[in-house]
């Protein structure tokens, strides 16, 4: 069991960057390979970025390779997301997700959930 709260989400102009935080407390933070998700309005919840136990592998959706990398400090307990390059279409909220499989590619292998933070992107 473990529980993830995200932060960081806000308003942004297109061209700017944001960091995302997602602080898991229960389980030990290094069992968990995670990742992040997002839903954008009118559209189905979306994978955007994974990575593995101690950091070493790590995927990207294709849209975002080379505009965001992802992180983790396991002895925080944290996991980031850095955007750069922000635009306008990603808009969305974004959701920090645990799993205790492998690497994650879809919403199937998640096994836990944030609440979400909330990017939105200005033309």
């Known amino acids: 069991q473990v529980q993830l709260v995200e932060s960081g989400g806000g308003l942004v102009q297109a061209g700017g960057s944001l960091r995302l935080s997602c602080a898991a407390s229960?389980?030990?933070?290094?069992?968990?390979?995670m990742g992040w998700f997002r839903k954008a309005p009118g559209k189905e919840r979306e994978f955007v970025a994974t990575?593995?136990?101690?950091?070493?592998?790590?995927n990207y959706k294709d849209s975002m390779r080379g505009r965001c990398t992802i992180s983790r400090d396991n002895a925080k307990s944290t996991v980031y997301l850095q955007m750069n390059s922000l635009k306008p279409e990603d808009t969305a909220v974004y959701y920090c997700?645990?799993?205790?499989?492998?690497?994650?590619?879809?919403?199937?292998?998640?096994?836990?959930w944030g609440q979400g933070t909330r990017v939105t992107v200005s033309s």
């Open positions: 990575i593995s136990r101690w950091g070493i592998s790590t």
């Open positions: 997700a645990a799993s205790t499989g492998s690497l994650i590619t879809d919403a199937t292998d998640v096994n836990y």
């Open positions: 229960g389980r030990p933070f290094s069992g968990y390979v």
